[in-house]
């Protein structure tokens, strides 16, 4: 009986680093879930961001995101159109304790006819609870993912992030 | 090939209902637990919460939500972690669904957990979407969960939850 839901890859980060990428993503899967247990290097808090592509990461602005999000205090909702990545959490960002958690679907992900999206929950009970909506205006099928907190690769996550792809069958 | 998702243990409320649906003696073997339930409490209201204690401990939860019932969305926050489930005076037949994503549940670090949850009545108000960011400050391994009602005090017969253990390797 074929798996249904198979691990792809995991990365534990040892020292700190900038992105955690997966590449090479086979494409015979239907649907692919990440999960994210990320940690920042240094004090304070950041919002992780997500870069996709086929064979090389788009850094255009190609990317938007519309997210709910509530702090224990306030709820609200925000959206960014034409950016160069998409928001992997807003409130449920990543600091340097361990609370944080994203789980990440991205739906037909392999497909070559439709844009495709990303539906992110991200926590840090800390912080607040966010639920997002991500947009790669791509029909390409994506077979890279990076997840990062600094575009610019200046901020770190620590040693102990870690990042896992699953594969789920649809038959 | 291994499984990387895999059904640990299931539990259905009988008739007379249940005070708690639980699982003990959770094998350590597996990367993150996700628990799926399906439930209804005897609370007299239209919706009810589920909460959950971690190796019996009652003490270092806290949870940020944010809700939907209609109109404008809320949140708040809760010394316990929550999810929204029917209570008895909802429609009959009908149970509120959630889903507890636990990642690294053996590890030596406080606990973290990803909530899910609706509740749903054929009416105007009292239901919720529900989404929560948890945390158990405790570096246990966890290795039992118990469900109770936070308002009620039981579940009603037909409540069910599933456990299911997720392998990174």
Redesign the interface.
């Known amino acids: 009986m074929p798996?249904?839901?198979?691990?792809i890859a995991?990365t534990t980060l040892g020292s700190s680093q900038a992105n955690i990428d997966f590449t090479n993503i086979p494409g015979t899967f239907t649907d692919l879930v990440v999960?994210a247990?990320l940690k920042r290097a240094a004090a304070g808090a950041l919002d992780a961001n997500i870069r996709v592509g086929n064979n090389s990461f788009d850094t255009g602005s190609n990317y938007s995101t519309t997210l709910?999000?509530?702090?224990?205090?306030?709820?609200?909702?925000t959206r960014f159109a034409n950016q160069t990545s998409i928001l992997a959490d807003y409130y449920?960002s990543v600091n340097d304790?361990?609370?944080?958690?994203a789980?990440y679907q991205f739906m037909n992900y392999s497909n070559t006819t439709t844009n495709k999206t990303v539906i992110i929950?991200a926590?840090?009970?800390?912080?607040?609870?966010d639920?997002i909506v991500g947009l790669w205006r791509s029909t390409s099928a994506i077979n890279q993912i990076r997840i990062t907190l600094d575009l610019g690769g200046a901020q770190l996550m620590a040693s102990g992030s870690?990042i896992?792809l699953?594969g789920i069958k649809a038959a | 090939m291994p499984v990387t998702y895999k059904k640990i243990a299931s539990v259905t409320v009988g008739a007379g209902g249940a005070a708690t649906m639980d699982f003990n003696s959770i094998p350590g073997t597996y990367t993150d637990l996700k628990l799926i339930i399906s439930a209804k409490t005897n609370a007299a209201s239209i919706s009810d919460f589920t909460k959950i204690r971690f190796n019996g401990v009652s003490t270092s939860y806290s949870n940020r939500n944010v809700y939907g019932q209609s109109g404008s969305p809320f949140s708040s926050t809760n010394t316990e972690i929550l999810a929204s489930c029917n209570g008895n005076n909802s429609t009959a037949s009908t149970f509120g669904n959630s889903e507890y994503y636990l990642p690294n549940y053996t590890g030596n670090t406080n606990k973290s957990v990803s909530v899910d949850s609706v509740s749903e009545t054929n009416g105007t108000n009292d239901t919720y979407a529900w989404l929560a960011a948890g945390l158990w400050s405790n570096t246990a391994a966890i290795t039992s969960i118990s469900l109770s009602p936070f308002n009620g005090t039981s579940f009603n017969q037909y409540s069910t939850a599933t456990l299911y253990g997720i392998s990174k390797s």
């Open positions: 798996a249904t839901y198979e691990n995991t999960i247990t709910l999000y509530g702090t224990g205090s306030a709820a609200g909702s449920g304790t361990n609370e944080h958690i789980i929950r926590n840090r009970a800390s912080s607040g609870v639920a870690t896992t699953y």
